[in-house]
């Protein structure tokens, strides 16, 4: 029982390096577009969430059940990031500055990841008519070149909630 | 290709670029992390396990003195209080 528990962690830790091996990068990569962290700086909050999504999908590899364990990480992501999106709506540099964090989360798993409208409105709990009509919004922000007005610190805000400047077509 | 499709492309490329640095311990934390996840999980389901085992024997002592099942004695009457 216990040499073959053994057996099962040891197995698990070598999957699960050689897998953050692989797909660490890009996973970072996306967290630190959510997060607005440039890229080329020290990336740190991104790589404080992406820890906690990788913990999470370690603690269930044994009953992923032919799940990707990439797909899972990018959806612990995406949930942690919808829970704590709020803490990330100044600008900091990076290259989705101009989008609040809800936009940056649509348009990171729609465009950067590719993952379908249908399963992103899943992950996220929305509609999936509402999904489109922040992406669609995203993408005209973004390519229009205006700067997003920066917010002032509210309290108690939701990561729902727009910037007064940003607020625009979003009912 | 649409002009939707351009746009999109436009803003994908935006995003794209070289990988930020991997620290190389993260494998390791995370690893480690829900290695902790794991074994707080297995530590629940025991005390659960043995709350339900302590519940079942509690029941089997208390059926076992108290014989719930056992009719009262239909040839005395019970006594009566509060008359």
Redesign the interface.
């Known amino acids: 029982m216990r040499d073959r528990r053994a057996a099962q ?1 040891s197995r698990r ?1 070598r999957e ?2 050689a897998f ?2 692989g797909a ?3 996973l ?2 996306a967290a ?2 959510l997060t607005g962290e440039p ?2 700086r020290d ?1 740190a909050d ?2 404080r969430l ?3 999504a ?6 269930r ?1 044994d009953r992923l059940r032919g799940e990707d364990p990439y797909d899972r990480t990018r959806m612990e992501l995406a949930a942690l990031f919808a829970r704590r999106g709020h803490h990330y709506r100044r600008p900091r540099g990076g ?2 500055d101009r989008l609040t964090p809800r936009e940056r989360l649509v ?2 798993l729609r ?2 990841e590719g993952v379908a409208e249908e399963q992103t409105a899943a992950a996220l709990g929305l509609p999936v008519e509402r999904v489109r009509a922040i992406c669609t919004r ?3 922000v ?2 229009s070149g205006v700067p997003r007005q920066p917010s002032p610190p509210r309290r108690g805000g939701t990561a729902a909630s727009t910037p007064a400047g940003a607020a625009g077509a979003v009912p | 290709m649409s002009s939707w499709d351009r ?2 492309d ?3 490329r ?7 640095l ?2 190389p311990d ?6 480690g ?3 902790r ?2 074994r707080r ?1 297995r530590a629940v389901r025991a005390v659960g396990w043995v709350l339900l085992f302590a519940a079942v024997v509690a029941f089997g002592v208390w059926a076992a003195i108290v014989e719930p099942w056992t009719l009262p004695p239909t040839d005395t009457t019970p006594p009566l209080e509060g008359w």
């Open positions: 962690e830790a699960f390096e953050v091996a660490g990068g890009r970072l990569h630190a577009l890229l080329t990336t991104a790589q992406l820890n906690t990788l913990a999470r999908t370690y603690a590899w290259a989705l348009l990171v465009l950067y995203a993408v005209s973004m390519r | 746009k999109e436009e803003v994908r935006l995003m794209e670029g070289p990988h930020p991997l620290p993260l494998a390791d934390r995370a690893a992390r829900g290695q996840i794991l999980r």
